[in-house]
């Protein structure tokens, strides 16, 4: 069996990264800043709309609500995390994805 390409360890080790520097940096500035990161799913954007449609199709049917994101979803959810709704939340990674990965 061959490994994964390189770029796939580079892509997921750069995730775990923001992943952990959010929870450090949020425990580092608490209580006067919080820190939260936002981790986006296949988004309707050119880069995503230029995956094969076979493949885009795959894509959506993992996808629980059936649909790709809008950039809208995205800039939806960093606003809450920055208003003051959302003050109690810190050291958190929001996952806007449709559900894509649940576990």
Known sequence: IDPPPMETY???ASKAAV??????LAGQLAPE???????????????????PEK???????????????EPHNIVRAVFYLVS???????GSTVSVNGGQHMY
């Open 10 to 12: 580079s892509y997921s």
């Open 19 to 24: 992943h952990q520097l959010t929870r450090h």
């Open 84 to 90: 003051d709704e959302a003050d109690f939340i810190t």
């Open 55 to 69: 493949v885009l199709e795959k894509i959506i049917q993992r996808i629980p609500v059936g649909r790709l994101g």
């Open 33 to 51: 800043v919080t820190v939260n990161a936002v981790a986006p799913g296949y988004v309707n954007t050119e880069m995503v709309r230029a995956v």
